[in-house]
């Protein structure tokens, strides 16, 4: 497996992936209405993440098998097709954490290292930008992975969806060393 920056050309399938993957990951902690509605509302793919050359797609036999990316951006929602832009002011390395976002394992290729390669990337590309923490919203199928990593809920946000569904992700933080 190696790890390389996604390309442009890819955006679609990798918002595809992003898409798949809450689905079937997150299908035994959701309804199926809360799933849906958090797959509408909620899981985007960030395509600044790829103009920004700061996204990672994990490739196997060519091909991909997982992606994720960190951000200089303010902003910790997905903003790809289904979602809309978030805030696009550039972060301060020295005050402000590194948003993670957009991390996906293609469904049946779980638990076998791939997620946790590409935080670890993340990580090390984030650090030697000069931030000196993480934060990310995870949804019920991601919060275990990151725990196991060292990041901790700091608090549950509160997302009112247009279908009425109220969905809680953890937004969760951790220090890394400069």
């Not at 918002?15 to 990951?25: F, G, I, K, T």
């Not at 959701?30 to 050359?53: C, K, M, N, W």
């Not at 608090?155 to 009425?164: F, I, L």
Request: charged fraction near 25%; proline fraction near 6%; glycine fraction near 12%.
């Amino acid at each position: 497996m190696i790890l390389r920056p996604a390309r442009s050309e890819e955006t679609r399938l990798l918002d595809q992936l992003v898409q798949e993957s809450a689905r079937v990951l997150n299908a035994p902690y959701l309804t199926p209405h809360e799933a849906r509605s958090v797959l509408q509302y909620a899981i985007g793919f960030d395509l600044r993440l790829v103009e920004d050359g700061t996204y990672l797609v994990a490739e196997e036999d060519g091909a991909i098998v997982g992606g994720g990316g960190w951000s200089r951006r303010g902003s910790l929602a997905g903003d790809g097709p289904v979602g809309p832009r978030g805030d696009d002011g550039r972060l301060d390395p020295a005050h402000d954490a590194a948003p993670l976002r957009s991390f996906f394992v293609r469904p049946g290729l779980a638990r076998r290292g791939i997620g946790t390669r590409l935080l670890a990337a993340c990580e090390s590309a984030a650090r030697a930008a000069g931030f000196g923490a993480l934060e990310l919203l995870a949804t019920p199928a991601g919060e275990q992975l990151y725990r196991a990593r060292g990041f901790e809920v700091v608090e549950r946000n509160e997302m009112r969806h247009p279908d009425g569904l109220v969905f809680h992700p953890a937004r969760m933080t951790k220090r890394i060393r400069r």
